[in-house]
């Protein structure tokens, strides 16, 4: 299990180094407590289109659900290892 634990350490580092990266080059578009009833509408609009804030925002959501497996297979294989 050691080389196995080392390799899922490994990528798990790397998908938190890229949700890092991705969360710091959206741009923020809100302005404040206010803007919150109106964002999810212009959220939605905007990311129909492929643009870099788009792709950016697909990124993070998938490193963030690779990050969210891999921490929970790690517990699961230290847990019962």
């Known amino acids: 299990m050691g080389v196995v ?5 490994v990528v798990l580092i790397l998908a938190a180094l890229f949700m890092i990266v ?10 404040g407590l ?15 289109a492929k643009t870099v804030e788009a792709k ?8 963030a659900v ?3 497996v891999l921490s929970l297979l790690m517990l699961v294989l230290n847990r019962f290892a």
């Open 22 to 31: 991705t969360v710091l080059l959206q741009s923020s578009n809100v302005k």
């Open 5 to 9: 634990n080392m390799i899922l350490s």
């Open 66 to 68: 690779v990050f969210v």
């Open 56 to 63: 950016l925002a697909l990124g993070t959501k998938i490193a």
């Open 34 to 48: 206010g803007a919150v009833a109106g964002q999810m509408d212009s959220y939605f609009s905007k990311n129909k």
